[in-house]
């Protein structure tokens, strides 16, 4: 479908046939970026690999961050931080419970995932579980996300971008600066360090350093670095190429946070997911990654939530720089082009019962999210794929695994699965507009398994 919105050609996909001819048989004249205002700020789109073109630049960002970060021996060797982080999480579950208290879910859950970026990044953590730290960084985050996801007639009609008539730049513009405040206090520390011969952590910000060259535009200088560690406005697990912070915080959050909705709203998988984790884990010890593997249901579980809420519904712009003939459709050079995931995933044609909550389907079944089946696309494909999905795929599961092994989970008293509010807040991501509270219990088989942590 085609849309001329206000002096721009839009484009939006909303089959897997199409999704194809976009991201992989054209995948080369179709993968640079429309820039939105909001992210035109601070020299933002000019440095980050979001927005970048796949050009010298954007190849040299995103190869630094597969190699040094999302390979398969760096992520096995902060395997033991991950379980630190979750057995975190599981502690503070536990003291809540024992209070009484309900469990903001998706608070909890953006917190730990914070902070085990924040300890592999800078080996600090970010956020405090039992105070108020991350949510500073959580309002910042989703006011850029809200920001960028927000119709800005700018956008439509570029003379008057420089107007900005709703505000838009001017509160991304606050939004951005805050969180570089942020980066560069940590950076600046590392630097002071490193000038008093300080021992190296050997974390992920030590890697970056050795590459910085100031004024080098295949390096990394304080804006890159600051881009670098930024926004990826879809984590990971989302469907783009991008940077740390809050593509991995925002997107694992929101997919463990729906994926609790959907288990507390049908209470039949809740029971069936949590036996198969009995059964193959128990309760003598706590849930590792290497579990995951022996877990096809709560893998299902996940698929599904991914299915019917993608962390980023409309995949990140893309943008033609060429004219090309699509399907015998021609697509004119600077049209802007979007992926309707969410509408994918709910097609009466390619699911049945597209509403409903069924892990089942995806038992038995070859249907993965590395972009190779097009009617399942969360993590994007193509060159432009989200890098950090294997990390995204190792959180997700092993939150939502200890969450459900350790803990019955109950909604507040009187409310039934029934009313549980699944209204969905569309952005550039796609989080829950109320935001999931509920009750945890301890396990009976666990309690003294978790008072002794």
Excluded at 171 to 176: G, L, P, V
Excluded at 219 to 232: H, M
């Amino acid at each position: 479908m085609t849309l001329r919105l206000g002096q721009v050609n839009t484009v939006f996909v909303s089959s897997p046939e199409m999704a194809r001819k976009i991201l992989q048989e054209n995948d080369a004249v179709l993968s640079s970026r429309w820039i939105p205002e909001a992210v035109r700020v601070l020299a933002f789109n000019e440095a980050s690999m979001v927005w970048l073109p796949p050009y010298q630049r954007w190849r040299n960002l995103r190869r630094i961050c597969k190699t040094q970060l999302f390979t398969t021996q760096r992520l096995d060797s902060y395997r033991s931080l991950r379980c630190e982080k979750v057995q975190e999480l599981m502690q503070y579950i536990s003291d809540s419970a024992s209070k009484g208290l309900l469990v903001d879910v998706g608070r909890v859950a953006f917190s730990t995932t914070l902070n085990l970026i924040s300890r592999t990044v800078f080996s600090v953590d970010l956020a405090d579980l039992y105070g108020e730290s991350s949510q500073e960084f959580k309002h910042v985050v989703e006011g850029i996300l809200e920001e960028a996801g927000r119709a800005n007639l700018s956008d439509y009609f570029p003379l008057l971008a420089k107007l900005d008539p709703q505000g838009i730049r001017h509160r991304s513009t606050k939004y951005f600066k805050r969180l570089h405040e942020i980066f560069d206090e940590n950076i600046d520390r590392r630097l002071h360090r490193e000038r008093d011969g300080t021992t190296a952590r050997n974390d992920f910000l030590d890697e970056l350093l050795e590459h910085q060259v100031q004024g080098d535009g295949t390096k990394f200088d304080r804006q890159a670095l600051r881009c670098f560690f930024s926004v990826r406005t879809h984590s990971r697990t989302s469907n783009g190429d991008g940077d740390i912070f809050v593509a991995g915080s925002d997107t694992t959050s929101s997919t463990v946070e729906w994926a609790m909705a959907e288990l507390l709203r049908n209470p039949r998988v809740m029971a069936k997911v949590r036996e198969e984790i009995v059964r193959a884990i128990g309760f003598s010890r706590e849930v590792e990654e290497a579990d995951i593997g022996s877990l096809p249901y709560l893998q299902a579980v996940v698929k599904e939530t991914l299915r019917l809420h993608p962390p980023v519904p409309l995949m990140l712009p893309r943008l033609a720089e060429a004219t090309v003939e699509v399907h015998g459709y021609e697509i004119p050079e600077g049209t802007r082009l979007l992926i309707n995931i969410w509408a994918i995933g709910r097609d009466s044609s390619l699911w049945t019962e597209p509403e409903e909550f069924l892990p089942e389907r995806f038992l038995n079944k070859e249907v993965d999210f590395k972009g190779r089946h097009f009617e399942f696309i969360p993590f994007g494909s193509g060159r432009r794929i989200c890098p950090g999905l294997p990390l995204a795929y190792r959180m997700v599961h092993l939150m939502l695994a200890s969450m459900l092994q350790r803990f019955d989970w109950r909604l507040p008293e009187g409310k039934e699965p029934r009313d549980l509010d699944m209204e969905e807040k569309f952005g550039v991501t796609l989080i829950m507009a109320s935001p999931l509270k509920a009750m945890a219990v301890p396990t009976k088989c666990c309690l003294h398994y978790i008072d002794i942590w």
